[in-house]
């Protein structure tokens, strides 16, 4: 199989990557970077959501280049990490998530317009993205049990809520974030996972909890153990890439697309 890889804060290249070759991917909505590659035997198309040394921030993102860069190289899933800071307490600062539930309510993109491909009326396959549960469940659990083998614990399971930036959220923003459900949150993954949805790409969303949101604990961390964490997070996720990818073999999307034909 053919893989795309999306990292965020604190990843700008990806570790045990083999054979790597740089090129641009022009598309529709600007051209982006990525790098195709090995791991072990798998083909891995990377790329930096932030782009090197956090050039974008997360109201700066360019999803939908990102994703049609993606596309075009016909990877066949795409695996999307991002820290994340932890609204529910049992999101333990320097645990990771297997998210299988998304709260996104906004649809946003970070100019504000509505997140999907279908902006023109009457156009070519148009349509609704129809699901259960927003993620791909075999790539889920394939990252999983894969998660056994970093050194981190592993929360199989939760609701990712995306929120805008690149402010992080007041205490009674997370309070609310928490009574809805939301296991942890960051500025970045919900374009994505709606992008890929309607593109019927299969795809799966892992975090690593740097923090606890906003009033969540009761005393808030120095900054520097958010920093060290997300410095941690790269070969963390490296080492669980390495070890789910390669046994992946077929995946499915989640739900599916009902479209007009004309």
């Given at each position: ?149 970093t050194s981190a614990p592993v929360l199989d399971g939760g609701t990712y ?78 080492t669980l890439a390495e070890q789910a990818l390669p046994a992946l073999e ?13």
């Amino acid at each position: 199989m053919r893989i795309g890889v999306i990292t965020g804060s604190g990843s700008y290249t990806w570790p045990h990557e083999s054979d790597r070759t740089e090129r641009t991917v022009t598309t529709d909505h600007g051209a982006v970077t990525v790098t195709e590659g090995h791991l072990k035997d798998t083909e891995v198309v990377y790329l930096s959501r932030h782009g090197t040394g956090h050039h974008q921030l997360s109201h700066q993102v360019r999803h939908k280049a990102n994703l049609a860069a993606l596309l075009a190289c016909e990877v066949d899933a795409l695996v999307s990490f991002t820290v994340c800071g932890g609204t529910d307490p049992a999101a333990q600062p320097g645990s990771l998530i297997v998210f299988d539930d998304l709260y996104f309510p906004a649809n946003r993109l970070p100019d504000g317009s509505t997140c999907t491909w279908y902006d023109a009326p009457g156009a070519a396959g148009r349509g609704h993205w129809i699901f259960d549960r927003p993620f791909s469940e075999p790539l889920r659990q394939e990252l999983t049990a894969a998660a056994t083998h970093t050194s981190a614990p592993v929360l199989d399971g939760g609701t990712y809520g995306h929120v805008d930036g690149p402010r992080f959220n007041s205490r009674s923003e997370i309070r609310a974030l928490a009574q809805a459900g939301v296991t942890a949150v960051s500025q970045t993954a919900g374009p994505e996972a709606v992008l890929a949805g309607e593109a019927e790409l299969p795809m799966a969303l892992v975090g690593y909890v740097t923090d606890y949101a906003n009033g969540v604990a009761p005393e808030p961390e120095p900054v520097e153990a958010l920093l060290e964490r997300m410095t941690a997070s790269t070969e963390i996720f490296a080492t669980l890439a390495e070890q789910a990818l390669p046994a992946l073999e077929t995946v499915t999307p989640a739900g599916f697309v009902y479209r007009f034909g004309s």
